[in-house]
């Protein structure tokens, strides 16, 4: 199985700040990586597919990056609404494996 | 727009059975995979199953396989999970999604307590 391993867990931000999450696997996904963002209660929701493609209605504060092993998401500039957890998921391979979450708090 | 709704949770004592169902809207149901993941209260998400192309192939976390087994009925636009011997880990909340790889949108989810 691929082992997927983000970092930080937490991570303290503030409102306009630049964030950024990686998410690392045990072995070469190549591009096949999506993040998503849970809030509490609620079900996760695709923020972005295939590394860097955003998305429906997701907005262009958020990016991602990378290739193989080591990936990035990148919230350019932190909104109240950001606050969450994030995952990362590789599908290269079955079984499909998340990252344990990084929570984005203040 | 395309919806996907849980239903079948609720409270099973171990080694007993339930069946999940997520009905889908919005899309041609017999041309897409659909997969559930679940959560654990206060964990993460884990990847349970998918079915690709509904009615294709199935595939199996190491967790389950052998105890849950999807189906899926496209008469009536809904896949469907049983889940037989369940443990007390098993409990969580259970999601469906559409797609094999990323996955967009997801259900509301269905609470799965296994418990004596």
């Known amino acids: 199985d691929i082992h997927m391993t983000q970092s930080p867990s937490t991570l303290s931000a503030s409102v306009g700040d630049r964030v950024t999450i990686t998410c690392r696997a045990s072995?070469?996904?190549?591009?096949?990586l999506a993040w998503y963002q849970q809030k509490p209660g609620r079900a996760p929701n695709v923020l972005i597919y295939?590394?860097?493609n955003l998305g429906s209605e997701v907005p262009s504060r958020f990016s991602g990056s990378g290739f193989g092993t080591e990936f990035t998401l990148t919230i350019s500039s932190l909104q109240p609404d950001d606050f969450a957890t994030y995952y990362c998921?590789?599908?290269?391979?079955?079984?499909?494996?998340f990252g344990q979450g990084t929570e984005v708090k203040v | 727009e395309v919806q996907l709704v849980e239903s079948g949770g609720g409270l099973v004592q171990p080694g007993g059975s339930l069946r999940l169902s997520c009905t889908v809207s919005?899309?041609?149901?017999?041309?897409?995979?659909v997969t559930w993941v679940r959560q654990a209260p206060g964990r993460g998400l884990q990847w349970v199953a998918t079915?690709?192309?509904?009615?294709?192939?199935?595939h199996y976390a190491d967790s389950v396989r052998g105890r849950f087994t999807v189906s899926a009925d496209n008469s009536r636009n809904t896949l469907y999970m049983q889940m037989n011997s369940l443990k007390v880990d098993d409990t969580a909340v259970y999601y469906c999604?559409?797609?094999?790889?990323?996955?967009?949108?997801w259900g509301q989810g269905t609470l799965v307590t296994v418990s004596s």
């Open positions: 999604t559409t797609g094999s790889g990323w996955n967009d949108p």
């Open positions: 919005g899309f041609i149901f017999a041309n897409f995979a």
């Open positions: 079915m690709t192309e509904t009615g294709h192939v199935a």
């Open positions: 072995e070469s996904i190549s591009d096949w």
């Open positions: 295939k590394t860097s």
């Open positions: 998921q590789q599908y290269s391979s079955y079984p499909r494996t």
